[in-house]
């Protein structure tokens, strides 16, 4: 895969070039500093501004004309098809997770999708109120090998959001997937370009919205990330006093002085 | 036996009853029907619109609370005019951001699937936001008197409070905690959402 090794001459040759974040030696700053775990966030920050960059110069514009342009069946269709091919990954490792009724359930639904629904074109499971979970490999680290947040945050260039294990995880899961194999390489390419625009059209708006309503967009991205990715991968935190799992969500309010509660 | 009987239905009835309709439950259902009946789908102009949501949002969710919140530790190092501006911005912002969100609904229905009790007055209420990818919502609720306040909303697992928190924190952070600075950018920020609306 000459594409990782490339990714992985950027992201060296960047952290050289801008070098890591130091510790704060202020005791609240330290400890978010530990808690959002971003140690490489000077180079991570320059990927991102070259990701926004990208995205405004590039990806909106094809993304408005695309919308505009291919009608909306057109395009779940388009939807359909790739989500559809991610399945036989998302079987393996349901399976590699010990997750036996979603593997059955995803063979299911990649079983009727591809022979009624023409290919993948259609997507008859969902209209039949048939579930659709999702498994990735980083999911599948996280259960056995590696708990807790996932190492520290990484921004792709191009890919966005992730860090160590899912960016781990999604090597692995792009190399397992069948079409890796069996396609051309330039189809490979065009595809995976194709299944990112439509993807990201449709989240387009609500990213637009979400850049204006941030102070920081860098840092809402990083936060939202995280905690999302507490909740795919079952590393909710654990709580120091009971050892029992919580929701990841559970914000700490207790230092709150409620209005009505003097 | 027969009275028996009419007495085991009564009270199966009466839970069956209770299950249905959970005092949180239902303040979330009506708000959330009062804003799409009375907001959303009104026939007003998009002033008028920001207006309602305005005063629907900010009396069902407690954003003085989730303001402190947000604020995290910079909250008690402030002095009381650095919070009162604070409060201020961050209402106006939010409220903003939100209608926008909001703006972008088309008809989904919310089907909510039960409550959990959070803290001695707290609850969460579970719910599913019906789409093509159905997305997941838990409503944090905060009991007051006979009534609620929502002090955080949970969309897929991302917390929006700690959300704004850690946001806001890192944005204090890069200023060395002055608060006056991160105001000046909520202001700045909701100036041009204002403009972005106008076009």
């Given at each position: 895969?000459?594409?990782?090794?490339?990714?992985l001459?950027?992201?060296?040759?960047c952290s050289?070039?801008v070098?890591?974040?130091?510790?704060?030696t202020?005791?609240?700053?330290?400890?978010?500093?530990?808690?959002?775990?971003?140690?490489?966030?000077?180079?991570?920050?320059?990927?991102?501004?070259f990701n926004?960059?990208?995205?405004?110069a590039?990806?909106r514009?094809?993304?408005k004309?695309?919308?505009?342009?291919?009608p909306?069946?057109?395009?779940?269709?388009i939807?359909?098809?790739?989500?559809?091919?991610?399945?036989?990954?998302?079987?393996?490792?349901?399976?590699?997770?010990?997750?036996?009724?979603?593997?059955?359930?995803?063979?299911?639904?990649?079983?009727?999708?591809?022979?009624?629904g023409?290919?993948?074109?259609?997507?008859?499971?969902?209209e039949?109120?048939?579930?659709?979970?999702?498994?990735?490999?980083?999911?599948?680290?996280a259960?056995?090998?590696?708990?807790?947040?996932?190492?520290?945050?990484?921004?792709l260039?191009?890919?966005?959001?992730?860090?160590?294990?899912?960016a781990?995880?999604?090597?692995?899961?792009?190399?397992?997937?069948?079409a890796?194999?069996?396609?051309?390489?330039?189809?490979?390419?065009?595809?995976?370009?194709l299944?990112?625009?439509?993807?990201?059209?449709?989240?387009?708006?609500l990213l637009e919205?979400?850049?204006?309503?941030?102070?920081?967009y860098y840092a809402?991205l990083?936060?939202?990330?995280r905690?999302?990715?507490?909740?795919?991968?079952?590393?909710?935190k654990?709580?120091?006093?009971?050892?029992?799992?919580?929701?990841?969500?559970?914000?700490?309010?207790?230092?709150?002085?409620w209005?009505?509660?003097? | 036996?027969?009275?028996?009987?009419?007495?085991?239905?009564a009270?199966?009835?009466?839970?069956?009853v209770?299950?249905?309709?959970?005092?949180?439950?239902?303040?979330?259902?009506?708000?959330?029907?009062?804003?799409?009946?009375?907001?959303?789908?009104?026939?007003?102009?998009?002033?008028?619109?920001?207006?309602?949501?305005r005063?629907?949002?900010?009396?069902?969710?407690?954003?003085?609370?989730v303001?402190?919140?947000?604020?995290?530790?910079?909250?008690?190092k402030?002095?009381?005019?650095?919070?009162?501006?604070?409060?201020?911005?961050?209402t106006?912002?939010?409220?903003?951001?939100?209608?926008?969100?909001?703006?972008?609904?088309?008809?989904q229905?919310?089907?909510?699937?039960?409550?959990?009790?959070?803290?001695?007055?707290?609850?969460?209420?579970?719910?599913?936001?019906?789409?093509?990818?159905?997305?997941?919502?838990?409503?944090?609720?905060?009991q007051k008197?006979?009534?609620y306040?929502?002090?955080d909303?949970i969309?897929?697992?991302?917390?929006?409070?700690?959300?704004?928190?850690?946001?806001?924190?890192?944005?204090l952070?890069q200023?060395?905690?002055?608060?006056?600075?991160?105001?000046?950018?909520?202001?700045?920020k909701?100036a041009?959402?204002?403009?972005?609306?106008a076009k």
């Amino acid at each position: 895969m000459a594409k990782i090794k490339y990714v992985l001459a950027f992201l060296i040759s960047c952290s050289v070039l801008v070098g890591c974040a130091s510790v704060p030696t202020d005791p609240v700053e330290a400890e978010l500093y530990h808690q959002v775990n971003d140690p490489l966030e000077p180079m991570n920050r320059t990927i991102f501004a070259f990701n926004q960059a990208t995205e405004k110069a590039i990806l909106r514009p094809v993304a408005k004309g695309y919308r505009f342009v291919v009608p909306q069946l057109v395009r779940n269709s388009i939807g359909n098809f790739f989500s559809n091919l991610k399945q036989p990954v998302y079987f393996l490792n349901a399976l590699l997770q010990g997750e036996v009724k979603d593997a059955g359930i995803i063979l299911g639904r990649f079983t009727l999708n591809t022979i009624w629904g023409v290919g993948g074109l259609f997507d008859i499971a969902t209209e039949a109120h048939i579930a659709s979970p999702t498994h990735d490999f980083g999911q599948t680290l996280a259960k056995w090998f590696w708990s807790g947040d996932g190492g520290p945050y990484l921004m792709l260039p191009i890919l966005g959001p992730s860090d160590v294990r899912d960016a781990v995880g999604r090597g692995v899961d792009a190399l397992a997937e069948p079409a890796t194999w069996v396609v051309e390489p330039e189809i490979w390419y065009a595809g995976w370009a194709l299944d990112k625009l439509e993807t990201y059209t449709r989240s387009m708006d609500l990213l637009e919205n979400l850049e204006k309503s941030s102070a920081d967009y860098y840092a809402t991205l990083r936060t939202m990330y995280r905690q999302n990715s507490a909740k795919r991968n079952g590393t909710a935190k654990e709580t120091a006093s009971a050892g029992q799992a919580k929701p990841a969500y559970e914000a700490d309010f207790s230092d709150i002085d409620w209005e009505d509660d003097e | 036996m027969k009275k028996i009987c009419a007495l085991i239905c009564a009270v199966i009835m009466s839970f069956s009853v209770m299950a249905a309709s959970n005092p949180a439950i239902d303040f979330v259902d009506n708000l959330a029907d009062d804003i799409i009946t009375n907001v959303l789908t009104a026939d007003v102009t998009p002033e008028q619109k920001l207006e309602k949501f305005r005063a629907a949002f900010t009396q069902a969710v407690d954003l003085k609370s989730v303001g402190q919140f947000v604020l995290g530790v910079y909250w008690r190092k402030a002095s009381e005019e650095d919070k009162q501006a604070f409060l201020e911005a961050f209402t106006d912002f939010t409220t903003k951001t939100w209608a926008d969100r909001f703006n972008m609904y088309s008809g989904q229905s919310i089907l909510f699937s039960g409550v959990r009790n959070a803290e001695r007055n707290q609850f969460y209420v579970d719910s599913q936001i019906e789409d093509k990818e159905p997305v997941e919502v838990v409503w944090r609720l905060r009991q007051k008197g006979d009534s609620y306040k929502i002090i955080d909303i949970i969309i897929e697992g991302v917390s929006m409070a700690m959300s704004y928190r850690n946001e806001y924190s890192a944005v204090l952070q890069q200023n060395g905690g002055n608060v006056q600075a991160l105001v000046e950018e909520l202001r700045k920020k909701s100036a041009a959402f204002d403009v972005q609306k106008a076009k």
